[in-house]
């Protein structure tokens, strides 16, 4: 009894499902998010303890990055020398019909190498008739190398948007949080919900399994604000007095963008002698350095679109 059980769960298991996931073409949305995040944003030998090391960049060049010259800006996706490549680069068939093709003969993914680094664009390009999006490897088709392109686009244009992601996995953000919209009465404020072939290649997709929280995934869209982030990550009862969740303030590290050492127990005494009306305005959040846990998490919140 027990033997027939086993094979019919798993005839139903392997055999039955048919659905073939190489034939879902990429949407650009799912070219975008293999390169903002790279390989793995999840427990990997390479991180772990979901640092967010090794990641790519995602950087809007406004210049060309070896003549200088103004150019309609583009968003360019910036692999360092040993950030690992997605799986839609080193196995173009997960990018889908259409799109693997030109990927590999236009755009010509398969010169890129790890130990050298690349930087990718999106493109679209038409082939056998209809259009797909797909990914190019500037380095081999304009020999853009990854320093010039971070040089030339600067750290203000410069998010780290693929170390975040790993930050949110680490916290457990998706606890409260998802990254799934529905279609019911939400829609409008919480945006679309995502297309099937916005995922491929993506791991993990972060979707969460309970919402006890707004859904996320276009909240860069709803609030695009640095400075409310701050105070909300800092400690979300700043801007929402009765919010259930945790203060984030430890990410900003032990020092602040000025090289100060940041104060927590006596920001916090502050705070509650704000919040028993000893004194009219709350203590100032401290400014993050640029390579503060904080300001990954925050680039990946705002790339959210
Ligand atoms: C215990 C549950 C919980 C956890 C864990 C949690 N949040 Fe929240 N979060 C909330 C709740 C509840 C709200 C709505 C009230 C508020 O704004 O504080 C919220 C609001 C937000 C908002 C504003 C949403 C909007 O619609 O404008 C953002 C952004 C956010 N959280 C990001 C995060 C990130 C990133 C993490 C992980 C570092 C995280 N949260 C962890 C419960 C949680």
Redesign the pocket.
Known sequence: MFGAALSMSMFITLVMPSFNIFSVGSTALALDKQLTYGFNSGWNPDDMFLSGANKPLKVLLKQDPQTGAATEPVHAYVFPVNARFPSGILHPKVLGAGSDVLSVEQGKINEASEAQGAVFLVRHGEHEGASYPYIENATATRGWTADAVLHAAGDANTSHAGAGKT??VR???W???TLLPEQTQDFQYFGAPPYLGDFNGESPTAFGSDR???D?LH?GS??SSKEW?MM??FN?RL??PH????R?DY?WGKTDADGNKIDYAAWRKEFVQYRNGERITPPEVPNYRSDSEIRY?ID??LNLK
């Open positions: 930050i949110f916290e457990g953000c606890w409260c949080h006890k929280a707004p996320l909240v709803r609030n982030m909300h990550f979300p801007v929402q919010s259930i969740m945790p984030f990410l998490l990946f919140v």
